[in-house]
């Protein structure tokens, strides 16, 4: 069996090293991969959000089904794209088709869509150029803090979270006016701000039946103690200690039930991951967002947690019998500490060659932003790797990624001390 990932990040290395494991032994390919899948599959340098060239490699690697990492092809339609064309329309695509994939490609979608289904979450209003003046008005009718989101895609960064009215005033007006983040704030959401601590759930759909996946809290910050400029990611933990089964429940029923009906009552044709991101406020789970594929760093303590081969799972996933494949999870923790280039997220330096990879021997590393340049590992991105690792509970786990992290060198590097420091 031949299958085709779609992506460059952690996210996709994990997916291929996973999809490596199954008894099956397929073929996988990358596009465009990064120096760690191009250890164990094989890269294909193709522009993934251009549907033409993702046909011919589809066509010439008699690729045998696609899964989609990131979130723009999804946005994009890619799904439809093979769903209409007669040489691709049976090919299994992993990944929802546009209009459900709208979930994640606007924000204003989603709060209707949680609205429709009584799914809880924060109260909010959106606001373009033609209803500024209301915006500034709805500011002044809320406590700080402010949340103010992009509509759109805004790569992780169109989230604000302000203290100040006045500034709160002035950044809704550089979103929708100035283009802050593109035409993806040319419409913005102001939410209530939800105080509590942030967990990540994961569900996997065939479009009826689902199944659950293992809990994940990631550090989005860049400084220590949560503080600094949002990044896409600094590390994350598997499961979440405070998700008891009590908690878990309460999830279900509000949120993922209430959620895989609505789209099948919304006839949004889902085949897929779903990431929920909530928020526990006092003992009740709320959604703060959806995206509609896995999230990185995240899926690099969840995969290595799922037991079942991965390649059955993908099957399960295109031909509707998820319900038929058995979920065995490992009941050891996980965790991932993100090593990020110097300067990230805003400028950083590319083309650092990265030494130790290959003395990490207790630990798994899943490359992100490198690329092979005269045949070493350079860096390629902000986020360059992350160090995953098992222990009996988060603290052991920790440390031993910890200590595969410490083996590994590149010019700047730097990673948070500190996760696992609100549990």
Sequence with gaps: MNILILGSGGREHTFAWKLAQSESKPN???APGNAGTHEIATNIEININDFNCVKEAVLSQHIDMVVVGPEDPLVNGVHDFFLEDDQLKNIPVIGPQKAAAELEGSKAFAKAFMER??????????FTQENLEEGYAFLESLNPPYVLKADGLAAGKGVLILQDLQEAKEELK???????????????VIEEFLDGIELSVFVLTDGKNYKVLPTAKDYKRIGEGDTGLNTGGMGAISPVPFANEEFMAKIHDRIIEPTVRGLE???LPYKGFIFIGLIKVGNDPKVIEYNVRMGDPE???????LKTDFVEIFKAVANGTLDQVPFEIDSRAATTVMNVAGGYPEAYNKGDEITGIDA????IVFQAGTTLKGGKIVTNGGRVLAVTAFGTDFREALQSSYEGVSKIQFKDRYYRTDLGFDL
């Design 28 to 30: 996988i390919f990358v």
């Design 360 to 363: 990490v021997t207790d630990q």
């Design 265 to 267: 009552k919304d006839n």
């Design 299 to 305: 899926t690099e303590v969840v995969l290595p947690r």
């Design 174 to 188: 550089s979103m929708i006016s100035d283009g802050k983040f593109g035409a993806a704030s040319a419409r913005v």
């Design 117 to 126: 289904h009584n799914i809880p979450t924060a109260a909010y209003k959106e």
